[in-house]
């Protein structure tokens, strides 16, 4: 089988977030399981791409091609549209070469012309919307997601499938929209053997400001989306009971909300409390997921939660809110502390696992099984493939 992966980004342009390491990773193990795959793709995020129309690369077994884009339609974002008239140009001379096209988001050019030449050319193919038809996400710059999705209709309404991580979004979306495609719940997947490693890193000692605190670590790209500021106003009410607690923030900020962040921490008198790390990469990651008694995942919508199932695959308690896609799961596992978004709610999770160590560490022990249960990578390639599959026809086909 011969698979075009179409991203408006990808790996390893890691700022975007979970999504570009889970596909990925997708992407490499189902190489592994035998299946040709190619990925075009823009090198918005990547200063490290050599400059030219196009770029390919080799990753993992995936071949890669990223095209320049240019700053077309600025009004939709500091980045535009991805727009790349020489990824049009490749995918119409090359599209009839694949079986089937895997389209990864919706708001983009990539995303959108690929479609149009799918349908057009009565391609099969597969769209991922990642959490961006949540009512939630649509509401955020309506008027500009209006005209993305007048632009988009009929390429959602005309794939072959639509591909949702969590039956959380699928729930949330699918009916909604009043979509009659087919529905596929394939989650993110990890690698277990990769999150067991053995650190090179010093844990304990990583993040100097929490040496006899109690830290609570929130890992996510900084935006309103995430519920940081749910999670700073339920920490003030941590510390009146938990004095030693520390709230440990890494991740991308994104425009004016990281400024509105650090000025509610300042309102709170939580200065000296709270330590703001970067962006982290992999190793840097799980030494901090590993130097955390809670993490936290405040969000106020997830179609799945990436960083939390990277934290549970390292045995670490994780509250959830129940708006997190792996959350109904993870809440009938024992795996989670899953609660309501709001501060209070989240105050209350917290709270739970700080003040009994024995409940903690059962949650952790839960969380660590069920991820290898349910998210192993091997086993999550192997139902993306059976679902290309079925989209073909080659129900009795494991790898074509």
Same mark, same amino acid.
């Given at each position: 089988?011969?698979? &075009?992966?179409?991203?408006?980004?990808?790996?390893? @342009?890691?700022?975007?977030?979970?999504?570009?390491?889970? &596909?990925?990773?997708?992407?490499?193990?189902?190489?592994?399981?035998?299946?040709?795959?190619?990925?075009?793709?823009?090198?918005?995020?990547?200063?490290?791409?050599?400059?030219?129309?196009?770029?390919?690369?080799?990753?993992?077994?995936?071949?890669?091609?990223?095209?320049?884009?240019?700053?077309?339609?600025?009004?939709?974002?500091?980045?535009?549209?991805?727009?790349?008239?020489?990824?049009?140009?490749?995918?119409?001379?090359?599209?009839?070469?694949?079986?089937?096209?895997?389209?990864?988001? &919706?708001?983009?050019?990539?995303?959108?012309?690929?479609?149009?030449?799918?349908?057009?050319?009565?391609?099969?193919?597969?769209?991922?919307?990642?959490?961006?038809?949540?009512?939630?996400?649509?509401?955020?710059?309506?008027?500009?997601?209006?005209?993305?999705?007048?632009?988009?209709?009929?390429?959602?309404?005309?794939?072959? @499938?639509?591909?949702?991580?969590?039956?959380?979004?699928?729930?949330?979306?699918?009916?909604?929209?009043?979509?009659?495609?087919?529905?596929?719940?394939?989650?993110?997947?990890?690698?277990?053997?990769?999150?067991?490693?053995?650190?090179?890193?010093?844990?304990?000692?990583?993040?100097?400001?929490?040496?006899?605190?109690?830290?609570?670590?929130?890992?996510?790209?900084?935006?309103?989306?995430?519920?940081?500021?749910?999670?700073?106003?339920?920490?003030?009410?941590?510390?009146?009971?938990?004095?030693? #607690?520390? &709230?440990?923030?890494?991740?991308?900020?994104?425009?004016?909300?990281?400024?509105?962040?650090?000025?509610?921490?300042?309102?709170?008198?939580?200065?000296?409390?709270?330590?703001?790390?970067?962006?982290?990469?992999?190793?840097?990651?799980?030494?901090?997921?590993?130097?955390?008694?809670?993490?936290?995942?405040?969000?106020?919508?997830?179609?799945?939660?990436?960083?939390?199932?990277?934290?549970?695959?390292?045995?670490?308690?994780?509250?959830?809110?129940?708006?997190?896609?792996?959350?109904?799961?993870?809440?009938?596992?024992?795996?989670?502390?899953?609660?309501?978004?709001?501060?209070?709610?989240?105050?209350?999770?917290?709270?739970?696992?700080?003040?009994?160590?024995?409940?903690? @560490?059962?949650?952790?022990?839960?969380?660590?099984?069920?991820?290898?249960?349910?998210?192993?990578?091997?086993?999550? #390639?192997?139902?993306?493939?059976?679902?290309?599959?079925?989209?073909?026809?080659?129900?009795?086909?494991?790898?074509?």
């Amino acid at each position: 089988m011969k698979i &075009l992966c179409i991203s408006p980004y990808y790996f390893p @342009a890691l700022n975007f977030g979970g999504p570009i390491n889970s &596909l990925h990773g997708l992407n490499a193990a189902m190489v592994k399981k035998g299946i040709d795959i190619t990925v075009y793709t823009t090198n918005v995020g990547l200063s490290n791409i050599p400059k030219g129309y196009v770029s390919d690369a080799v990753i993992d077994g995936v071949k890669v091609r990223y095209f320049n884009f240019k700053r077309a339609l600025e009004f939709v974002g500091s980045r535009g549209w991805q727009y790349s008239p020489e990824l049009k140009k490749e995918l119409l001379k090359n599209i009839n070469g694949f079986d089937i096209v895997y389209i990864i988001a &919706l708001w983009s050019y990539p995303s959108s012309i690929a479609a149009y030449y799918c349908r057009r050319l009565k391609k099969p193919y597969i769209i991922s919307p990642r959490g961006m038809l949540y009512s939630e996400a649509l509401r955020i710059q309506s008027i500009k997601k209006r005209l993305y999705y007048w632009l988009m209709k009929d390429n959602i309404h005309g794939a072959s @499938a639509i591909h949702y991580t969590s039956e959380h979004e699928r729930d949330s979306c699918h009916d909604r929209l009043n979509f009659r495609n087919k529905a596929i719940v394939v989650p993110n997947g990890i690698d277990i053997k990769g999150a067991e490693i053995k650190q090179a890193l010093d844990n304990d000692n990583f993040i100097p400001d929490i040496k006899n605190k109690r830290p609570i670590l929130f890992m996510a790209r900084i935006n309103k989306v995430k519920g940081l500021d749910m999670l700073i106003k339920a920490f003030a009410l941590v510390l009146r009971d938990v004095g030693n #607690a520390h &709230l440990v923030i890494a991740g991308s900020a994104e425009g004016k909300y990281f400024n509105s962040v650090k000025k509610l921490v300042t309102k709170l008198n939580l200065n000296g409390k709270v330590t703001y790390l970067d962006f982290l990469k992999e190793e840097s990651k799980k030494a901090a997921y590993l130097s955390s008694e809670v993490f936290v995942l405040p969000s106020r919508f997830e179609s799945f939660g990436m960083s939390a199932v990277e934290a549970m695959a390292l045995g670490v308690p994780v509250v959830l809110t129940d708006k997190v896609g792996i959350s109904s799961e993870a809440q009938k596992y024992g795996a989670a502390v899953v609660v309501p978004a709001t501060e209070s709610e989240l105050y209350k999770g917290i709270k739970s696992l700080l003040e009994n160590r024995e409940f903690a @560490a059962e949650v952790g022990a839960n969380a660590k099984r069920f991820v290898a249960a349910r998210y192993s990578i091997d086993n999550v #390639a192997q139902k993306m493939i059976e679902e290309f599959d079925s989209v073909l026809g080659k129900t009795d086909c494991k790898i074509c």
